[in-house]
């Protein structure tokens, strides 16, 4: 147990209305990291945070952002989801430099 | 551009024996390799690593080996079990792209009783 959690673990929703997923660490790491996993894909990161307020983009970004205001803390946001948007949803954690776990993870469905 | 390959997308392999799940990669900058393990309406779990200067890492039924001229990693599990039927993601990573984790597609391995 990696001391992950995500909230919500499913969500449906409409296009258009804003969507915000939660992940919460218990043991303090400065890098947290969102994926979504897609079909054909694999894991492609869409944003990390590597401090309080220090975030960056990953391959797929476009359409979301993150905040970070607490370490245990780190929130991704749909302001306006699309139906492209439909996908599972991971947070990770970056324990060392070679290793990284992930929380069980968000399906999101938009209608 | 996919920096991370996993050409097979599915295995099936006989209890006992052998699996062998390949993985290419294109990023000569790549300093760590992992690999998980993820069942379905689970999060990925973390198998195994192994840094580039090495080129063999194990832990139990679990072996990866590196081959680094050929920009090639494999995972070795030894002897197979039903237990071990999962999709298999192989990631890398390097510090010049900001601690990123690039991930392959996955290969879905099944291991017959």
């Known amino acids: 147990d990696a001391g992950i959690t995500q909230s919500p673990r499913h969500k449906v929703t409409e296009t258009g209305t804003p969507v915000t997923l939660r992940c919460h660490q218990t043991e303090n790491h400065r890098y947290m990291y969102w994926y979504r996993q897609d079909p054909g894909h694999g894991l492609r990161l869409i944003h990390y945070?590597?401090?309080?307020?220090?975030?960056d983009k990953g391959e797929v970004s476009d359409g979301y952002s993150v905040s970070r205001s607490k370490t245990e803390d780190f929130l991704l946001t749909l302001e306006s989801a699309t139906s492209s948007q439909t996908s599972v949803y991971f947070c990770?954690?970056?324990?060392?430099?070679?290793?990284?776990?992930f929380g069980p993870g968000t399906r999101l469905t938009v209608l | 551009d996919q920096q991370v390959k996993q050409n097979s997308p599915s295995l099936s392999v006989q209890e006992g024996r052998i699996s062998i799940l390949n993985c290419d990669y294109t990023n000569s900058m790549f300093d760590y390799f992992l690999w998980y393990k993820k069942y379905p309406a689970e999060g990925p779990t973390f198998l195994i690593s192994i840094s580039s200067i090495k080129d063999k890492n194990e832990d139990g039924r679990f072996t990866v080996f590196l081959n680094k001229s050929a920009k090639h990693l494999s995972l070795h599990i030894v002897p197979s079990q039903p237990g071990d039927s999962a999709v298999y993601f192989c990631?890398?990573?390097?510090?010049?792209?900001?601690?990123?984790?690039?991930f392959g597609t996955g290969t879905s391995l099944t291991v017959i009783p």
């Open positions: 945070s590597y401090g309080v307020k220090d975030t």
């Open positions: 990631a890398a990573r390097t510090e010049y792209t900001g601690n990123q984790f690039y």
């Open positions: 990770a954690i970056r324990p060392s430099v070679g290793t990284q776990y």
